[in-house]
């Protein structure tokens, strides 16, 4: 956790305390900037809540991973393309 929590702010169950204590630094925070640390809050609904969070990061990951290899993709086409207007200039 990010630190102490005040008593009032915590959920009721056990369970679910522990699990928050379970998050990262920075997944924690994300939790109290979205306003998920509070009594009522349900381990089922921090479970589905992290689950997203983490799903939203594979995605990211992916997405630059894409990118990445269309750019390498586009950086061989370019090669290409010059080599053949060269092999074609020469030809003229």
Known sequence: MA???PLERL???Y???YLLSTLEQPIFEAAEKEGLIRPELKRAE???WRRK???GADLMIEKRDRL???RRERARIEEEIRQLESELKQGE
Do not use: A, D, F, N
Request: proline residues 11%; aromatic residues 0%; charged residues 30%.
């Open 3 to 5: 630190g102490p929590v």
């Open 11 to 13: 959920p009721g169950s």
């Open 15 to 17: 369970s679910t305390i």
């Open 46 to 48: 921090l479970i589905e």
């Open 53 to 55: 969070r983490i799903r």
């Open 68 to 70: 990445e290899r269309l």
